[in-house]
């Protein structure tokens, strides 16, 4: 079986608003919820591919910040 998560999950959120994208984001960070952690990584993908360089710096100091400080 050949799934397309990348597509699959696109399509999920197509015509979908900022606020339900939002919604999305943060419930499932609020659950702690290792399945929706494939979701995350796509909506990062999408977000890095269409970041200039000054965003993509801005990412990985974030990045940076918050791993360097997990526990």
Do not use: Y
Not at 37 to 65: H, R, T, Y
């Amino acid at each position: 079986m050949n799934i397309d998560i990348r597509s699959h999950i696109i399509n999920n959120f197509k015509g979908d608003d900022i606020n339900v994208l939002r919604d999305a984001i943060e419930e499932s960070i609020k659950n702690n919820d290792e399945i929706t952690l494939p979701g995350m990584g796509v909506f990062f993908e999408l977000v890095w591919q269409k970041a200039d360089e000054d965003m993509k710096n801005k990412i990985l100091n974030i990045l940076e910040s918050c791993v360097k400080g997990a526990e």
